[in-house]
């Protein structure tokens, strides 16, 4: 299975490349927002940031379909967003306060939505891996047609409950998208340091999923490679890898000095590759929008993100009652 070229540019309409534009845009603006408020001290413990990485997800969910499943690591501001969930909630939740998604119990990395069937947030490095499986089964008993993005990264993918995972997915031709968000570090070892192989998607031969290499920092790739893996989960044709390969601009978690990459190798990301600015080129060149009118969705997305930090200092913390809510499912009618 040799890895694919980036595709030709999407046959998007002017009105779907705005709306990618302005879903990165509020991730990175909402992540900025979130590492204001760790320097500040109202977010605690742990907190990774998406910033570089919003075209993964922006262009997988330009895929999904409603009622489809997605489940992700600790990194996954980013994924509530782009499927929908309330910024104020998400902030909320991150500071630890009562208006977040897990009524702040959970904080950064363990948030879920059962009205968006965003399924965490897992802070256990791939255990959200056979939980996407298990997600996909389920779908595939009802035979509703759903699929489900099983999110998880490089360092994730050297992981044993991986590939026992790839198995079982392949024995029983589950719907299930695995997406390997290669930001090239893990935790903070290069990936030639670390990985024997270098591409990681094709590790998957050997339980006979396909999958294929995708350039994660243009959302029109990620889309089109989303589109097939999207069809062939649809049509029961089991699992699908694609192997994301994009770059995160800060480090591992907010505690994390980096110094493992120069700061020239991640400005010249920022400045070559950038995944919004080259949507933002897209739309100035081919006159969809100008830059006045691209001031003014920054300043309109600020305006949302500042009232999310807003609404969640004035969120009260959770009740010490709460500590005994929401530890066993209720039970169904």
């Not at 948030?111 to 939980?131: C, D, R, T, W």
Request: net charge negative; aromatic share 10%.
């Amino acid at each position: 299975m040799a890895a694919r070229k980036s595709p030709v540019k999407s046959n998007v309409s002017a009105e779907e490349l705005l709306g990618y534009y302005k879903d990165m845009l509020l991730i990175r603006r909402f992540e900025e927002k979130a590492g204001q408020l760790y320097g500040m001290g109202l977010i605690g413990g742990f907190c990774h940031l998406y910033i570089g990485q919003e075209a993964v997800v922006v262009g997988l969910e330009a895929t999904a379909e409603d009622g489809d499943k997605r489940i992700t690591s600790y990194r996954d501001h980013g994924h509530m967003l782009a499927c929908g969930m309330d910024p104020n909630g998400v902030m909320a939740e991150l500071t630890g306060r009562s208006g977040g998604y897990s009524k702040g119990k959970g904080g950064s990395m363990h948030m879920f939505s059962k009205e968006k069937h965003f399924y965490g947030g897992h802070g256990i490095v791939a255990a959200q891996v056979p939980l996407g499986a298990g997600l996909a089964f389920a779908d595939k008993y009802k035979g509703n047609g759903r699929v489900t993005f099983t999110y998880f990264g490089d360092g994730a993918a050297n992981q044993g409950q991986v590939y026992e995972t790839f198995n079982m997915a392949a024995l029983w031709d589950l719907p299930c998208i695995f997406v390997i968000e290669n930001n090239q570090y893990a935790m903070g070892t290069a990936q030639k340091r670390s990985t024997s192989s270098p591409d990681i998607y094709t590790r998957g031969a050997a339980f006979g999923i396909p999958g294929e290499a995708v350039d994660g920092m243009d959302v029109l790739a990620v889309k089109d490679a989303g589109e097939r893996a999207v069809k062939h989960c649809r049509s029961g044709k089991g699992p699908y890898i694609l192997e994301i390969k994009t770059y995160r601009y800060r480090g591992h978690s907010m505690s994390d000095p980096a110094k493992y990459r120069t700061r020239e190798e991640v400005q010249k990301m920022r400045d070559e590759r950038d995944p919004i600015e080259q949507v933002r080129e897209m739309l100035l060149t081919g006159k969809h929008a100008s830059e006045d009118d691209l001031k003014a969705i920054d300043k309109e997305i600020k305006k949302v993100v500042n009232a999310s930090a807003e609404f969640a200092k004035e969120s009260p913390l959770p009740d010490l009652s709460e500590l005994w809510t929401d530890i066993y499912a209720e039970a169904e009618a």
